[in-house]
């Protein structure tokens, strides 16, 4: 016993000399790199060592004197007399270890190990599910620990089309969203990797909730006596909307002739065996905790808007033949047509006067779509020109068409389908309302030629 405390003395007191002497050279210096785990050799070169005393320590720890196991850590063991072996190494290992004579002469033998470890992470919050109001703000947060010390990138995930596409969003350990909208609802992960060992991916979901809004397909619908009417609210809403509908205020219930369904975000009503007393201005209204909306839906049994069918291009230079078609369930009983010239030539940028037709109603065709074809002769050749349509049946006058626009062949400057738009945006900055008000005009003064 009294021969253990002698040497650790002696130990103590080299170890002092060294103290003493910071900042003496080292002899020899190496570096090692360890993983987790793994089991360290450090040597120590030792000739004629006599009768003193070679020590171990880490930092000012001595970890061995001589033969004595100074540290209780049992994963510590000399090998061959000198050498120092440690298992299953951990971070904690991390750090100079240097073999020491207990000489005057500074020859210590110093390894610096370093000891890697995979990546780890502490996520906040720790249910990993956030939620936040719409136009809030939530932090995200991924705290890594490793070595050497890992990045951590920032990912939303987005499942489209059952195809994962992840797009980067950004790096550190906190994500930051702010002014948040419903299209940031979903799946996010931070991704920490320091290179050793596999990435560690922590997912999480956020949750925004919002106040419903409501899209409809059709704020109009066509249908007719003894016909079906289906209408369609797609509302997305956090937490989940109450859905109901109304006929011009008046709430509506199921019945023999009325359905409301609801499939995902898509509600529908359905009025089968349309009567009379069915056309109206119907809306849905959504509820849910943050707020409530509306939306109107218009269910008539005026003609559908016309569309165009024919080809933009003229096949000739001064005639065109213009197509549309229109939906209505009774006949039609008249069609108006207004078309006019757009930019003359290039140096006169005016629109020409309206022309305005009155195309005979065509057959009744048995099925809901009529198709309408008209000549329209006495064209400009190489001329653009734009037509609205309007169409009326035994419920009224539909709305009017939006406006289409072709060309006629020849003429100096023969113009191509894709300088249409332009041409029609600089040329004319007439809205559709205003088509409508000319439209009506010119069907007003014709009643009061009559
Ligand atoms: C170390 O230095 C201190 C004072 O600087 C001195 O008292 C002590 O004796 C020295 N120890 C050895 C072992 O040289
Ligand atoms: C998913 O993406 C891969 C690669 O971009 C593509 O090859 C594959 O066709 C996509 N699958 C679907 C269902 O879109
Ligand atoms: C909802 O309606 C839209 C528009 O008609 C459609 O594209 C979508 O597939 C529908 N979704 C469901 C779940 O029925
Ligand atoms: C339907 O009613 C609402 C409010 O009463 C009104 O704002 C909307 O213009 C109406 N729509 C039609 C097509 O009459
Ligand atoms: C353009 O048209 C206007 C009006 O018809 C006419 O006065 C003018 O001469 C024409 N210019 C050219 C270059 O054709």
């Known amino acids: 016993m009294g021969g253990t405390w002698l040497v650790l003395a002696a130990a103590l007191i080299a170890a002092q000399a060294q103290n003493n002497r910071t900042g003496a050279p080292a002899v020899t210096r190496d570096r090692r790199i360890m993983s987790v785990g793994d089991t360290l050799l450090l040597p120590c070169q030792v000739q004629n060592l006599g009768s003193l005393v070679l020590l171990w320590r880490r930092g000012p720890a001595v970890l061995t004197a ?43 033998q110093v390894h610096t190990v370093e000891v890697l470890v995979p990546p780890s992470v502490r996520a906040a919050p720790e249910s990993r599910h956030a939620t936040a109001r719409r136009g809030g703000a939530t932090v995200l947060e991924c705290r890594a620990a490793g070595n ?5 990138t920032w990912h939303k995930l987005s499942n489209l089309f059952q195809n994962e596409t992840n797009t980067r969003i950004g790096e550190g350990p906190q994500l930051q ?27 999480f979901q956020l949750q925004v909730l919002y106040p419903p809004e409501i899209t409809v397909e059709r704020s109009w619908v066509h249908t007719g006596e003894g016909f079906r009417a289906e209408l369609l609210c797609t509302v ?58 509306r939306q109107h839906v218009e269910v008539s049994g005026r003609p559908g808007p016309a569309r165009f069918t024919s080809a933009p291009l003229a096949r000739a230079d001064t005639r065109y033949t213009l197509a549309f078609a229109v939906d209505s369930y009774p006949p039609l009983d008249e069609l108006r047509l ?25 057959e009744p065709s048995g099925s809901l779509t009529h198709r309408v074809s008209h000549d329209l ?74």
């Not at 990797?193 to 990435?199: I, K, L, M, Q, S």
């Not at 989940?240 to 009503?269: C, D, I, K």
């Not at 140096?347 to 195309?359: A, E, K, L, M, Y």
């Not at 009506?440 to 014709?446: H, V």
């Open 66 to 108: 001589a033969s004595l196991m100074v540290t209780r850590d049992e994963r510590f063991r000399l090998v061959d007399g000198y050498n120092l072996q440690i298992t299953d190494v951990g971070p904690q290992d991390a750090g100079d270890y240097v073999c020491q004579i207990s000489d005057r002469v500074a020859r210590d």
């Open 148 to 152: 050497p010390v890992p990045s951590v």
């Open 177 to 203: 969203l702010s002014r948040l909208e419903r299209q940031h609802s979903g799946r996010y992960a931070c991704t920490v990797d320091n290179g050793v060992g596999p990435p560690v991916v922590t997912e």
């Open 236 to 293: 997305l809403a956090d937490p989940p909307a109450e859905v109901s509908w109304y006929q011009n205020s008046f709430p509506l219930s199921a019945s023999e002739r009325v359905t409301m369904s609801a499939r995902g975000n898509n509600h529908t009503l359905l009025i089968a065996n349309v009567q009379p007393e069915d056309f109206g201005n119907y809306s849905c209204v959504a509820d849910n905790s943050l707020g409530r909306a």
């Open 338 to 362: 207004l078309y006019r010239q757009l930019a003359i030539n290039e140096s006169f940028q005016q629109p020409g006067r309206w022309h305005d037709v009155v195309i005979p109603a065509p």
């Open 377 to 450: 002769r006495g064209l400009q050749p190489g001329a653009v020109y734009e037509a609205i349509v309007q169409a009326k049946n035994r419920y009224g006058w539909n709305e009017v068409s939006d406006i289409f626009q072709f060309h006629t062949l020849g003429g100096t400057h023969t113009a191509h389908a894709d300088e249409l738009t332009p041409m029609f945006s600089s040329a004319t900055a007439l809205t559709l309302s205003d088509y409508a008000n000319i439209l009506a005009l010119t069907i007003l003064s014709l009643i009061i030629d009559q």
